[in-house]
């Protein structure tokens, strides 16, 4: 690494790396016109991936850079599903023929606040909108911290192939200063969970380099 990069960019409010196009080329000027007219330049046979949102999470992280809203409230990620719903029959519905899948992502957020029932239901819906080879990569992120062996169940029933944990570090000091507190135990169930049905690409996400007083 260039070492006075972190100093030449320090004042800089950079682009979030995850998000392409990044934020600052987010534009209202892209509008449903335009996305319907994408849509249509999509051949027949060429795949598609999608990104699903789900933008709630229990508590915040203090690096924390994505749109999400901190809820305890299980009827908001309800309502949500519901927009989400009719959102990718948006979707489905303005493209000149069946879109194939290749890859989907559930990102947040935190989507396995979801309820396993609801997961599955989600699944269902994208397959009946979409068509999905077998070779689909179905990923999602996983906090370790809320992650229920009924939700690995699901995943495997879904057809999910793919996990993301957020681990970010084992450093208690480090976990305390990011707001995110969790166990060794708690991560190495969930993996041994999504190992058990069937998820075997898993990845961590892991952070350095933060400057912290010890
Ligand atoms: S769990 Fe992820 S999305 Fe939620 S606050 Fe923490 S870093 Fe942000």
Not at 3 to 25: A, N
Not at 54 to 82: E, H, K, N, Q
Not at 141 to 149: A, G, L, Q, S, Y
Request: net charge positive; with cysteine.
């Amino acid at each position: 690494m260039q070492t006075h990069l972190p100093v030449k960019h320090r004042q800089d409010r950079l682009p979030w790396y995850t998000i392409y196009p990044p934020v600052p080329q987010f534009s209202t000027t892209i509008g449903p016109e335009i996305c319907e007219e994408w849509l249509k330049r999509v051949r027949t046979r060429q795949a598609i991936s999608l990104y699903l949102h789900i933008p709630f999470c229990r508590s915040m992280c203090w690096y924390c850079g994505f749109p999400v809203s901190i809820t305890r409230r299980d009827a908001s990620i309800d309502s949500y599903l519901g927009v989400l719903r009719e959102e990718i029959s948006l979707v489905a519905d303005k493209a000149p023929q069946q879109l194939t899948v290749s890859d989907v992502h559930f990102g947040g957020g935190t989507p396995n606040l979801m309820k396993p029932v609801q997961f599955v239901a989600l699944m269902e819906f994208l397959r009946r909108r979409f068509s999905f080879p077998e070779t689909a990569t179905i990923a999602v992120e996983i906090d370790p911290r809320i992650f229920k062996v009924e939700l690995a169940e699901a995943l495997e029933a879904a057809g999910v192939n793919r996990a993301s944990l957020g681990v970010q570090s084992f450093d208690p000091v480090v976990q305390n200063a990011i707001n995110r507190v969790q166990t060794e135990e708690q991560i190495a169930l969930a993996v041994a969970n999504l190992r058990g049905h069937a998820v075997k690409g898993i990845n961590f996400d892991l952070m350095y380099g933060l400057p912290i007083r010890r």
